[in-house]
């Protein structure tokens, strides 16, 4: 406590400790596990790449929310944020058309 | 599991999230004796204002051929190229085949992929599934 009798202030956001709970829909079975915040998306696109049997071949699909492309890279934490997810959200593994 | 019941069960299994999404509408016509048609409506933002609908027919050796791909008449009877999304990879209304009008798409898990277009990459049945490969050609219509 401060001075105050309040709480010290930290920068924390609400649901900053909090696991998030990611729905992936593939087109074999869905995907369907809590996350760290913490953690970068690469993780549930991996989990969910072996859902469909694709392990190696990543370039052969994209993680979408909204049929728009997430960047695996960033921190699910930083997406959550940014598109305003709650507590649970739905993303799609979409397979990308192999044109030969 | 033979061909016929292989091919119904993967025409009756769609998931119910892709339908909706995409409102592909399937109708499943099994009622000859050496094919199974599977009818699916496809529009998207390529093509706006318009839609199609996708013939797959099954028959005995789908599992290694293909599918085989044609866009049919709002009536679902007749094929031809004029019921075809206008041509742009993968959509090849208008393909020649040894001298031979032979409309394709070139996608994997498709007759015109694995058995006109690319017959040396044989079709692979768990990495061709209906569903990956309507949803890559929803892709594709919707640009």
């Given at each position: 406590m401060n001075d105050q009798g309040t709480a010290p202030s930290t920068d924390r956001k609400p649901h900053e400790d909090k696991d998030i709970q990611i729905i992936v829909v593939t087109t074999a079975d869905d995907l369907d596990d809590s996350f760290n915040r913490n953690l970068p998306m690469h993780v549930v696109f991996e989990k969910a790449l072996k859902l469909v049997g694709g392990q190696g071949q990543a370039d052969q699909f994209a993680l979408e929310y909204g049929n728009e492309p997430l960047d695996i890279a960033r921190k699910i934490g930083d997406l959550a944020d940014e598109l305003g997810w709650d507590d649970r959200v739905e993303l799609e593994l979409v397979p990308k058309p192999v044109v030969v | 599991m033979n061909w016929r019941e292989a091919a119904r069960a993967e025409a009756t299994s769609l998931k119910p999230y892709y339908l909706k999404k995409y409102g592909w509408n399937p109708h499943l016509v099994d009622d000859a004796d050496d094919v199974l048609d599977l009818f699916v409506h496809l529009s998207g933002r390529r093509f706006p204002d318009k839609s199609y609908i996708l013939r797959l027919r099954y028959q005995s050796d789908w599992q290694?051929?293909?599918?085989?791909?044609?866009?049919?008449?709002?009536?679902?009877?007749?094929?031809?190229?004029?019921?075809?999304?206008?041509?742009?990879?993968?959509?090849?209304?208008?393909?020649?085949?040894?001298?031979?009008?032979?409309?394709?798409?070139?996608?994997?898990?498709?007759?015109?992929?694995?058995?006109?277009?690319?017959?040396?990459?044989?079709?692979?049945?768990?990495?061709?599934?209906?569903?990956?490969?309507?949803?890559?050609?929803?892709?594709?219509?919707?640009?």
């Open positions: - | 290694e051929a293909g599918r085989r791909e044609s866009f049919v008449d709002p009536e679902m009877v007749e094929a031809g190229p004029e019921f075809w999304p206008p041509e742009g990879a993968p959509l090849n209304p208008n393909y020649m085949h040894n001298g031979v009008l032979t409309p394709v798409i070139c996608l994997r898990g498709i007759f015109g992929f694995h058995s006109v277009l690319h017959t040396d990459r044989p079709m692979e049945i768990d990495d061709t599934s209906l569903l990956r490969f309507l949803v890559e050609l929803q892709k594709v219509m919707d640009g």
